[in-house]
Structure formats: structure tokens, C-alpha cells
């Protein structure tokens, strides 16, 4: 069974940066879409980003211009560069491994960040 880790959240001044790591274990990791979604108290969880086989990327409307989306198959990582980060970005980080036939999901247990002055 696979394990998802995600890394890099905490509290950062509106304007500023993060940068979230994921590490997915487990075989064939450069076959499966890996994707970034997050969750607001209160709300449901939403597409944050993400990333194909293939290096195609997709980003929920919030984010795009803001957001950037890689990976690293050779590490088993995929990040996410926050850049421009404002309150309404506070939630907690999801990553998460979509296989690209069956469409199974296998998610992490996600990283906390806040935005705030």
C-alpha cells in the first residue's frame, strides 16, 4: 500500500512564499497523476493543482498565476511553489496519487498552512 507524505507547511505573512514537498512511496510513481488539493474549515476540498505523466499540468482559477506544480519522478516527489500567498489560501494541503487507468486515489494526511499578518 502506498504512503503519501506531505512536507513544507506553516504560517507565512500574506505576500509571502511556501514551497510543499510530497513524497509518494511505493512503484511506478512516473505513471500516476499526483495532484495538490486543500481543504478550508468549513468548505469542501478543492483542486489545487495538478500534474500527468506526461507533465501536464491544471490549476483551480484561485490559484493559477500564483501556484506552480512539479515533479521529480526520479525522487518519487511532486512540490508545489506558493507564491503571492493570501489569507483565503489558509487551509490544509492535500497531495494526492490518481492512477491513471483505474482512477483509484491514495491521499496524504496533509500539511496545515496559514496565511496571516
Known amino acids: 500500500q502506498a504512503q503519501i507524505v506531505e512536507s513544507g507547511g506553516g504560517l507565512v505573512q500574506p505576500g509571502g512564499s511556501l514551497r510543499l514537498s510530497c513524497v509518494a512511496s511505493g512503484t511506478f510513481f512516473s505513471i500516476y497523476t499526483m495532484g495538490w488539493y486543500r481543504q478550508a474549515p468549513g468548505k469542501q476540498r478543492e483542486l489545487v493543482a495538478t500534474i500527468t505523466s506526461a507533465d501536464m499540468t491544471n490549476y483551480g482559477d484561485s490559484v493559477k498565476g500564483r501556484f506552480t506544480i512539479s515533479r521529480d519522478n526520479a525522487k518519487n516527489m511532486v512540490y508545489l511553489q506558493m507564491n503571492g500567498l493570501k489569507p483565503e489560501d489558509t487551509a490544509v494541503y492535500y497531495c494526492?496519487?490518481?492512477?491513471?487507468?483505474?482512477?483509484?486515489?491514495?491521499w496524504g494526511q496533509g500539511t496545515q498552512v496559514t496565511v496571516s499578518s
Open positions: 494526492n496519487r490518481q492512477h491513471p487507468i483505474h482512477g483509484t486515489m491514495t
